[in-house]
């Protein structure tokens, strides 16, 4: 992990077909400023980077993958899984993710990062749209440290919500959680980005069902000179 450093605005964008999901959204981010929330497909949504739920070996075969794969071509596919092949030797945990060019003017790029490990897993008992959105919003973090301001802005789909059949309630406060999560802090690994969240939300299944969750970030690590 690294000490927190000053980001430019993210413009957040939170879009979906699913009528449920989309009131989920508005009541979990009624008091959290600069989220848009729509009703509507991700492929209308004019912004650096969408972000795709997958499955942990980037197959777009289903939800809203394939929908992007037709929408932006088969290459895009392949771009994923060349990323998890080089960067998690072929299987990318639930709870990280890769960011990849698109190929296209408008997203510039794709984020992909896996709700489940395989495809049409169901991950309603899990705390994995908690993790894969907060990877989502890290791989931001790591883009735009690699190329400051590429990625001004981001649009997600209801994580989990489909596929993985989340109550769409639980989705959005996940998902708020997520979100939270890379406004307080910066995570140089994914397995500490896992462990923090799964040691904080561990319990949640106890917990009333709209109880939003703030995950307490790590100790800042000492400054570098």
Request: charged share 25%.
């Amino acid at each position: 992990m690294t000490e927190d450093r000053v980001q430019p605005a993210l413009r957040v964008v939170l879009t979906d077909v699913n009528a449920d999901v989309v009131e989920s959204w508005r009541a979990a981010f009624a008091d959290t400023p600069g989220i848009e929330i729509r009703r509507g497909s991700i492929l209308d949504e004019d912004v650096d980077a969408w972000v795709s739920p997958t499955n942990s070996r980037g197959r777009m075969d289903g939800g809203v993958d394939a929908a992007v794969k037709r929408f932006l071509g088969a290459g895009i596919q392949l771009r994923v899984q060349r990323a998890i092949r080089d960067g998690f030797a072929g299987s990318l945990p639930v709870g990280s993710a890769v960011c990849v060019p698109s190929g296209a003017v408008t997203p510039r790029f794709l984020i992909s990062t896996p709700t489940m490990e395989t495809s049409s897993q169901n991950v309603s008992q899990t705390l994995n749209v908690a993790l894969a959105c907060a990877a989502a919003f890290q791989a931001v973090h790591r883009q735009n440290d690699e190329k400051p301001g590429s990625i001004r802005s981001v649009a997600l789909v209801g994580m989990g919500a489909r596929t993985g059949r989340v109550p769409a309630r639980v989705c959005a406060n996940l998902m708020w959680t997520g979100y939270t999560l890379f406004n307080d802090h910066r995570f140089e690994d994914y397995d500490d980005l896992r462990a923090t969240i799964t040691a904080q939300l561990d319990d949640i299944e106890s917990a009333p069902a709209g109880k939003r969750v703030r995950i307490t970030p790590p100790k800042r690590a000492a400054a570098r000179r």
